[in-house]
T-cell receptor, first 118, second 116 residues
Framework: EAGVTQFPSHSVIEKGQTVTLRCDPI?????LYWYRRVMGKEIKFLLH????????ESGMPNNRFLAERTGGTYSTLKVQPAELEDSGVYFC????????????????FGPGTRLTVL | AQKITQTQPGMFVQEKEAVTLDCTYD???????LFWYKQPSSGEMIFLIY??????QNATEGRYSLNFQKARKSANLVISASQLGDSAMYFC?????????????FGTGTRLTIIP
């Protein structure tokens, strides 16, 4: 099966501009997660979709970040306006719902989008 | 307090030797799970191994094993017979709570370099 894909792989923008990141989860995975890693720090959770609904958005840093998941398929993460501190690698992951441990908790990660805000 | 602590920012190990990557965690939830992910230079995160808090035995997956010491709150990854392809960043992560609360909390990672 195809893995999680993310687009673009790299994005360089100027402060104040808008950027939209896209994630296509593994087909059939209802759970979709966004994480980000700021340089040198740990990977941090941003939010969790179950199908098209936001299950947990406790990690979203502020209202400049907007995540959507159209029809429970792909997801977009928009940053508007971008700030310098938004630079980092944004990971998307997906997982099935249900099943037995450990499979039901296994999250499959995409390759990430490296965002640089100048 | 950090929920996941990885105290080794970098390690150099001779090929074919065994490697232990340290991970300690902090949670008050009785139900939790611990993960190890590998991130090679290509950037993707590869799932390696999982240990549930109620599992009686240490998890094993091929050359990977997880040394789970619940009382000490440690979940060290052991790689036996290391190979050059094991050179990568390794992240320890934890989920807390029961089904439905699945976000992962990560450590800062350990960069492992295997020396030929």
């Amino acid at each position: 099966e195809a893995g999680v894909t993310q687009f673009p792989s790299h994005s360089v923008i100027e402060k104040g501009q808008t950027v939209t990141l896209r994630c296509d989860p593994i087909s059939g995975h209802d759970n979709l997660y966004w994480y980000r890693r700021v340089m040198g720090k740990e990977i941090k959770f941003l939010l969790h979709f179950v199908k098209e609904s936001k299950q947990d958005e406790s990690g979203m840093p502020n209202n400049r970040f907007l995540a959507e998941r159209t029809g429970g398929t792909y997801s977009t993460l928009k940053v508007q306006p971008a700030e310098l501190e938004d630079s980092g690698v944004y990971f998307c992951a997906s997982s099935r719902r249900g099943g037995r441990e450990p499979k039901r908790y296994e999250q499959f990660f995409g390759p990430g989008t490296r965002l640089t805000v100048l | 307090a950090q929920k996941i602590t990885q105290t080794q920012p970098g390690m150099f190990v001779q090929e074919k030797e065994a490697v232990t990557l340290d991970c300690t965690y902090d949670t008050s939830d009785p139900s939790y799970g611990l993960f190890w992910y590998k991130q090679p230079s290509s950037g993707e995160m590869i799932f390696l191994i999982y240990q549930g808090s109620y599992d009686q035995q240490n998890a094993t997956e091929g050359r990977y094993s997880l040394n789970f010491q619940k009382a000490r709150k440690s979940a060290n990854l052991v790689i036996s017979a290391s190979q050059l392809g094991d050179s990568a960043m390794y992240f320890c992560a934890m989920r807390e709570g029961d089904f439905g609360n699945e976000k992962l909390t990560f450590g800062t990672g350990t960069r492992l370099t295997i020396i030929p």
